[in-house]
């Protein structure tokens, strides 16, 4: 990881994960997420950071392992089995885990597709992404703006299907969706950008579950 990145993420604060507005980010994409992947096996959770999605898998059933580089926000996860590690090089064995999950982990990284094809090799059969959408103005100016965050000038779904694709995987479902950031949303707006957790195009959040071909 570049240096600017590990300065980045040892001094970054985000809310707990439990924060009411955590839930109103991250609650909608589990679900969407538990409508087509089984979330009561094995779960690999790739960048998994303070948690936020580490215990919200584990609350739904899984066996989950969280994996981040950063020892620092490993500190802040309270969840029992964690590992820190590179998503470039994931130190498990080939099809260990139902499922490999990242959030907000790709835009950060310059090797994308070295980290999803490690992703699809210790995966049994599902990988998915959640990433930031460039076409979203607030997601488009917050990643002008923080030089760590520059990553999420590029992101968009059709990166993400084309990179898949040459990693091995097919595209199963997509959701483009959310106004809601887990650490910048005041949560006087929450109950207002409810309305925006659906498919829109310019919603501030891709998620795209991939399957590996049998």
Same mark, same amino acid.
């Given at each position: 990881m570049p240096d600017l990145q590990e300065e980045y993420f040892d001094q970054v604060a985000y809310r707990d994960p439990m924060h009411p507005v955590v839930g109103a980010y991250a609650d909608p994409k589990v679900e969407f997420?538990?409508?087509?992947?089984?979330?009561?096996?094995?779960?690999l959770d790739v960048g998994c950071g303070n948690g936020i999605f580490t215990l919200r898998f584990a609350n739904a059933g899984a066996q989950v392992v969280? #994996?981040?580089?950063? %020892?620092h926000l490993l500190g802040q996860?309270?969840?029992?089995?964690? @590992?820190?590690?590179?998503?470039?090089? $994931?130190?498990?064995?080939?099809?260990?885990?139902?499922?490999?999950?990242e959030a907000n982990v790709l835009h950060h990284v310059p090797e994308r597709e070295k980290v999803i094809r490690e992703m699809a090799r210790t995966s049994s059969r599902f990988v998915v992404? #959640?990433?930031?959408? %460039?076409?979203?103005?607030?997601?488009?100016?917050?990643?002008?703006? @923080?030089?760590?965050?520059?990553?999420? $000038?590029?992101?968009c779904m059709a990166r993400l299907e084309a990179e898949v694709g040459r990693c091995g995987l097919r595209t199963a479902k997509t959701l483009i969706?959310?106004?809601?950031?887990?650490n910048n949303t005041p949560a006087p707006l929450v109950p207002l950008l409810k309305r925006f957790d659906r498919q829109i195009w310019?919603?501030?959040?891709?998620?795209?579950?991939?399957e590996k071909d049998s």
């Open positions: 997420i538990r409508q087509y992947v089984p979330l009561q096996g094995q779960v969280g #994996l981040d580089y950063s %020892r996860n309270s969840h029992p089995s964690l @590992v820190c590690g590179d998503a470039t090089s $994931l130190p498990f064995p080939d099809r260990s885990f139902e499922v490999v999950f992404l #959640l990433e930031p959408n %460039r076409y979203n103005p607030l997601m488009f100016a917050f990643s002008l703006a @923080v030089r760590a965050e520059r990553g999420g $000038l590029k992101s969706t959310g106004m809601i950031s887990q310019w919603g501030e959040y891709l998620v795209l579950i991939a």
